[in-house]
C-alpha cells in the first residue's frame, strides 16, 4: 500500500474549508423545573482545538451530552456544517461524525489494538473476521502513532489507551472529537505526548472540543476557548493567545480567583520532636533518613516511579517496605496495613478516590465516619448521638455541599466528594497527614479552599505530606519540597527559594551516582 | 472493562433534575418502591385470602411463620455474605450436614440433646469459618469455593447417613419445633429474634458498617483501616453459625434428619435477599427487606398449595412470581438511581 510521499494517512496536512463545523444556536436545557443551559450559542472552527471550561454544575456536560446526542435540547439548534442536527441520537451523531472520548478509555484488554480500533466493525469473510485484512487495515491506518496493531490492548500505557480510543472516532469517520478531561491520571510526560498527538491530527483537520479543570493545559492546547458559568456562555470562541491562567479563572469563577499562598516562616519552634523515617527499604525506596515536624508542610516532587509517590503510599502502609518511625518519644516499624497506620495517627488521601477514596453508594455521613467508628462507638456499638456531631462538625467545617450528611456520595460533585474523603481522614484526628494529589479532578475554586483547609491543620500541629505533579500548585502551598529520584531523596529545599523549572531540570537530569551531590550543592541544602 | 462508551454520569445534572421533583413526591416513591417486596407481600396475602378465605386465618398465618422461619435464616445466612460482596452456595448444605451430626452425637455417642446441638452449631461455624479463610486467605473466588464445599458437605451427608433418614430423635432436641408458648409457636420467635439481632448488628455495630463498607468498595474500605479480611471471614462465620442454626431448626420441626437435609432451600435462600434489596454486588440491603423476601417466598409457597393449584403447576407459578419480584426490583434500582 503505498504512500503517497510517504506520509502516513493521518498525519497528511489539508487544507481546511474555514467554517465552522459545528454550531450551537440558543440552545436552552430545561430539566423539570431547573434550567441547566439558557440559549447556548458558540461555534466549533474546522481544524482547531476548542476548550470548553466551567465549573462542575456550569452545564457543560449536558452541552456535551446535547452535542454527543445523548440528550435532545428543549429549544434552539445544532448545526454541523451548516446543516441544522434532526435527531439527537448518538449513532445518528457519530454517522455526523462526533464522537465523545470519556474520562474513562473504554478499551477491550482482552483485544489487539487493531481490533480495538475497528470494534465491532471488524472486516468479515462469512462469520469469521478476516484477520489478514483487518491487520493490512490496521497498520497502514496506524502509521506514526507508535501503536502496534498486534499488541494486545491490555498492555498500553494509560496515554496510549487514550490514543487509542481517538484513533478508533477517527477510524469510525469521526471528524469532531469531543475529549472529556483526557489528562486525567496522565503523567507530565504522557500529557506532553497526548498534546503533541493532537496537535499531529490537528493539521490534518481533525477538530477537537476539549473540556479540562487545567488552565494550563486549555492554554497549551487549545486554539480558542468557550466558557459556561451557571447554563449561560460567558466567553464564546475566544482566542487564547491573549488569555493567561488567572483570566481563565477569572472568567470561570465569575470573579477573580485569589490563589491561595503559604504564608512561611510560621513554622513551629525547631525543639519539638518530629516525624523521623528511618532506613526505609523496599519497592525501590532508598531512605536513610527524612525529617518532617508538626506544622510543616512538605511537597514531595518526583517523576512517577522516582519514589515520591511510593513513599507516601509505604508510610501509610499501602506498599511493604521496611523502616522504622520515630515520633515524640515513640520509635515503631512503618506500618504493614492502613488500619495500623491510623492508630499510630497517620492518615492518608488517595489520589483515586472512586477506586480507593470513598463508598459512592453509601451516605455522606457513614464515608465521614468510616476510618473513625471505633471513637463513635462503645463497645463495638455506635452512639449515634457521638457519630452526628462528628459528622456535623466536618460537614460544616469543609463546607460540604449537599442537601444533609444523609444524602449519597454519588450525587456530590469530586470537589465535594474530595471534602467527605478530606473530613473522613481529619475525623481520627491525625498527626501525620500523607495528601496524594489533593487536587486532582476538582474545581478551581475548590482547590483553593483545600489549599486553605491543609493550611489551616498545619497551623494546628499537624504535620502534612503533599505529593502532586502539580508544580506550580506545590511550590504556592507547601514550605519544603523533597525532591525523588531513582528512589532516593536527593534534594530538600524551601519552597519559597524554587522554581518549577528547577525542579523539573534536576527531576529530569540527575542521575543515581554523582549528578545527585550537584542538586545538593547547587541548592545549599543539607542532606535528607 | 467494558466496550461501550458509557454515559457521563454527570452528577450536577442529574442532581439538579432530581431536586425540581417535589420532595414529597419523591420520597414517597423512593419508600414505597424500598419496600416493594412489602407491597407485594400485602397483595398477594389478599389475592390468596379471597381465593381461600382459609389463608387468612390465625392458624394458617402461624403456619406460614413457622414454614418461613428455616428460610429465614437461611436468608440471614446468605445475606450475610452477600453484604460483603461474596456468595455462600453450601448454607444449606451446611445447615444439613451439622445438624445431622449433631443428631449422630446424641444417637450414636448418648451425648444429652443440647450437646448433640451444640456440637451441631458449632461444626456449622467452623464450616463458615473454613469457608471465610480459603476466600481470604487463598484468595479463592467464593462462588466455586462454596460450590465445592456445597458438593463436599452434600456428599458427605449421603455418607455418614448412608443414604438413611434419622429418625427417633429424643424430645429433648424436637421440642422446639412443636413447642407453643400461649399458643403461639415458638419457631417464628427464632425467625424474629434472628431477624432483630442482625438488624441492630447491621444499624448499630461497627461491625455492620463494616460489612456494609466491604461490600461497597473494599478498596475503599482497606485505605479507611477497616481489615477487610478480617471482615469477611466474620461474615463467613457467622453466616455458617446461622445456617447451624437453621439446620437444627429444621431436623427438629421435621423430627427427621434426611440424607440430602436442607438441598431444597439453596436457592430460596439465594433469592429472597435480592427480592428484599440485598445487591449481590455487596454493600446494599437491610434486616426489614430480607424479611419481607423471606416472607414472600414462604406466602407463594404455602398459598398455591392452599388454593389447589395443582401440585404439578406450584413450582412454574412460584418461578414466575418470583422472576416478577425480581424484575420489579431492578426496575426499583434503576428507577430511584440505587440509592
Known sequence: MGMPGGVPILFREVSVAPG??????????????????????????????????????AGKSTLVKIIAGMQ?????????????????????????????????????????????????????????????????????????????????AGVLSAVDRRKLNILRALHSGGRLIILD??????????????????????????????????????????????????????????????????????????????????????????????????????????????????????????????????????????????????FGTQ??????????????????????????GIITIESIRNNIVLSSLSSVSVAGFLRPARERSVVERFFEMLAIKARSPDQAVAALSGGNQQKVCLSRLLATGPKLLILNEPTRGIDVGVKEEVHRIVDRLARSGVAVIIVTSDLDEMLRTVDRVILFVDGRPVGDRAAASLTKDEILREAFSTRPGHTVRKFELEAGAKPA | MSANIEPN?????????????????????????????????????????????????????QNVLVQATVLGLLGLAQSLVLLVGEIDLSVAANAGISSALGALAIQHLGMPSF?????????????????????????????????????????GLLAITQGNTITDLPNAYTWIGKATLDGWPVMPIMLLAGFAAMGVMLQRTVLGRSLYATGGNAATAFVAGIRVHQIKIIAFTLSGFVAGLAGYLLGAWQMAITSDQGEGFLLYAIAAPIIGGVSVFGGRGGTLGILGGVLLLTVIHVGLAIIYVPSFYVTMIGGILIFIAVAVDAIRVNAIGGL
Open chain 1, 181 to 326: 478531561e483526557p489528562t486525567t491520571a496522565l503523567t507530565t510526560a504522557d500529557r506532553r505526548a497526548l498534546f503533541d498527538f493532537m496537535r499531529r491530527l490537528k493539521a490534518n483537520g481533525v477538530t477537537f472540543l476539549f473540556i479540562s479543570h487545567y488552565n494550563e493545559e486549555i492554554l497549551e492546547i487549545c486554539d480558542s476557548v468557550s466558557v459556561l458559568r451557571d447554563g449561560v456562555l460567558v466567553v464564546g470562541g475566544q482566542a487564547v493567545s491573549a488569555l493567561d491562567s488567572e483570566a481563565l479563572s477569572t472568567m470561570v469563577l465569575g470573579r477573580g480567583l485569589e490563589l491561595f499562598h503559604r504564608a512561611r516562616g510560621a513554622a513551629p519552634a525547631p525543639e519539638e520532636p518530629a516525624w523521623r523515617f528511618l532506613d526505609i527499604r523496599g519497592r525501590g525506596l532508598v531512605i536513610d533518613r527524612l525529617d518532617i515536624r508538626p506544622g510543616e508542610i512538605v511537597g514531595f516532587a518526583g517523576l512517577p516511579g522516582s519514589g515520591a509517590q511510593e513513599t507516601g503510599r509505604a508510610l501509610y502502609g499501602l506498599l511493604p517496605v521496611s523502616g522504622t518511625i520515630a
Open chain 1, 20 to 57: 465552522p463545523l459545528l454550531e450551537t444556536r440558543n440552545v436552552i436545557k430545561r430539566f423539570t423545573g431547573v434550567i441547566a443551559l439558557k440559549g447556548v450559542s458558540f461555534a466549533v472552527e474546522t481544524g482547531t482545538i476548542h476548550g470548553l471550561l466551567g465549573e462542575n454544575g
Open chain 1, 331 to 356: 520509635t515503631f516499624r512503618i506500618p504493614t496495613d492502613p488500619a495500623t497506620a491510623l492508630k499510630r495517627g497517620i492518615a492518608y488521601l488517595s489520589d483515586d478516590r472512586l477506586k480507593d
Open chain 2, 115 to 155: 450437646v448433640g446441638a451444640a456440637i451441631g452449631l458449632a461444626v456449622a461455624t467452623l464450616i463458615g469459618l473454613v469457608n471465610g479463610l480459603c476466600v481470604t486467605r487463598l484468595r479463592m473466588v467464593s462462588l466455586i469455593e462454596s460450590l465445592g464445599m456445597m458438593i463436599m458437605l452434600q456428599g
Open chain 1, 72 to 152: 435532545a435540547p428543549t429549544e434552539g439548534e445544532i448545526l454541523l456544517d451548516g446543516t441544522p442536527v434532526v435527531a439527537f441520537d448518538v449513532k445518528a451523531m457519530e454517522g455526523h461524525g462526533v464522537f465523545l472520548v470519556t474520562q474513562e478509555p473504554a478499551v477491550v484488554n482482552e483485544l489487539s489494538v487493531a481490533e480495538n480500533l475497528m470494534l465491532g466493525r471488524w472486516p468479515r469473510r462469512g462469520v469469521w473476521v478476516d484477520s489478514r485484512r483487518m491487520y493490512d487495515l490496521a497498520t497502514q491506518f496506524l502509521e506514526g502513532t507508535g501503536l502496534d496493531p498486534r499488541a494486545s
Open chain 2, 9 to 61: 454520569t454527570g452528577t450536577a445534572d442529574s442532581l439538579r433534575s432530581n431536586a425540581s421533583v417535589p420532595k414529597i413526591w419523591r420520597y414517597a416513591l423512593q419508600k414505597g418502591l424500598q419496600y416493594v417486596v412489602w407491597i407485594w407481600l400485602v397483595g398477594l396475602i389478599i389475592i390468596f385470602s379471597i381465593l381461600n378465605p382459609f389463608f387468612f386465618s390465625t392458624s394458617n398465618l
